[in-house]
């Protein structure tokens, strides 16, 4: 190659990175978007500080709040964050490659790394005095909460590349998402936890049998859940925006009566609250998929049943055919 077509290659070259450069961003939506982040990182700081919430007290601090809950609602305040910065965003008409990249990385802390840690660091210290008589009783259980904790970061990572490379920044394609959202699949997990850790005490003496059953119940369902979680991120069973499709625009007066019963429940009690619309929005989708699956298989099956009638030609009056 003669020098003039590489001095002219290597321009074209420059022209084509200064093309691609990022001039300019908006400022507010990332900075929300940026919260978001900083919430996640900072419920991951409070998880590793333990259950017991010593002698440091915060402005949003109960004296009784462990550190654990106080991850918990770290990562509901993230989730806030990221339901502000979209709506801001498509309010100022200002949607961007940039803020839907931004949005993804601050999410894969937020609702992918946090709540895996979380969940790692409550059933660590809640089975460590499980497994203390018998030592060889720690191996398993641990290997196997490590590797559901990372199956499910590893899920949340697929499940937020997915979306951005098959998001549309049309807000009208908005109706739904193809698996279950981040935000969603965390809340189930952070909602049981700080039920656990904020409520359950409250309800029952902890020497008492219905709180050791509760907590049996949470704590070792909670590995499941996150692989069922996991699952349901990664599939393709489709789930509703909230926001669009029952609350934004005008909608049947059944919506309003529901929004007003979710209000007054999450007014009475906001842990039970977490916890019954975290958990219900999560197996809504499922159960509607497998209630259609059921459905068309029984249709498929109704219709291979069906007798196929034979049309043929019978004799006339004269014999003839």
């Known amino acids: 190659m003669s020098p003039l077509k590489t001095e002219f290659a290597k321009r074209e070259l420059l022209r084509r990175v200064r093309r691609q450069r990022l001039r300019n961003i908006t400022v507010l939506p990332s900075l929300i978007t940026l919260l978001n982040g900083l919430c996640g990182f900072a419920a991951i700081g409070f998880a590793s500080?333990?259950?017991?919430?010593?002698?440091?007290?915060?402005?949003?601090?109960k004296p009784q709040l462990t550190y654990f809950a106080i991850s918990g609602y770290m990562i509901f305040l993230a989730m806030l964050a990221d339901v502000?910065?979209?709506?801001?965003?498509?309010?100022?008409?200002?949607?961007?490659?940039?803020?839907?990249?931004?949005?993804s990385l601050c999410d894969m802390i937020s609702?992918?790394?946090?709540?895996?840690?979380?969940?790692?660091k409550v059933l660590e210290y809640k089975l460590v005095g499980i497994a203390e008589p018998n030592p060889a009783f720690v191996g398993f259980p641990g290997k196997f909460i490590w590797g559901t904790a990372a199956v499910y970061m590893c899920c949340a990572a697929i499940r937020l590349a997915r979306f951005n490379v098959?998001?549309?920044?049309?807000?009208?394609?908005?109706m739904s998402f193809m698996g279950l959202p981040t935000p969603a699949?965390?809340?189930?997990?952070?909602?049981?936890i700080i039920f656990h850790q904020d409520m359950l005490p409250q309800l029952a003496n902890q020497n008492s049998l219905p709180y050791q059953v509760s907590e049996i119940a949470i704590i070792y369902s909670l590995p499941f859940i996150i692989l069922g979680l996991s699952l349901l991120m990664i599939s393709r069973i489709r789930y509703p925006h909230v926001v669009n499709q029952y609350i934004k625009g005008r909608k049947p007066f059944a919506h309003l009566i529901r929004v007003l019963a979710f209000l007054v429940?999450?007014?009475?009690?906001?842990?039970?609250?977490?916890?019954?619309?975290?958990?219900?929005?999560?197996?809504s989708g499922f159960i509607k998929w497998s209630y259609f699956k059921i459905i068309s298989k029984r249709n498929a099956k109704l219709a291979g049943h069906q007798p196929v009638l034979m049309v043929t030609s019978s004799p006339d009056a004269s014999g003839r055919d």
Not at 84 to 99: E, N
Not at 111 to 117: D, L, Q
């Open 84 to 103: 502000l910065d979209g709506r801001l965003a498509r309010m100022s008409q200002s949607t961007s490659s940039f803020g839907g990249q931004l949005d």
């Open 166 to 174: 098959e998001n549309e920044e049309d807000e009208s394609k908005h």
């Open 111 to 120: 609702f992918g790394v946090a709540p895996a840690f979380l969940m790692l």
């Open 49 to 61: 500080k333990g259950a017991i919430a010593e002698t440091e007290r915060f402005f949003f601090q």
């Open 265 to 283: 429940l999450i007014i009475w009690n906001l842990q039970a609250a977490l916890v019954l619309i975290f958990c219900s929005f999560a197996a």
């Open 185 to 192: 699949a965390g809340g189930v997990i952070v909602s049981l």
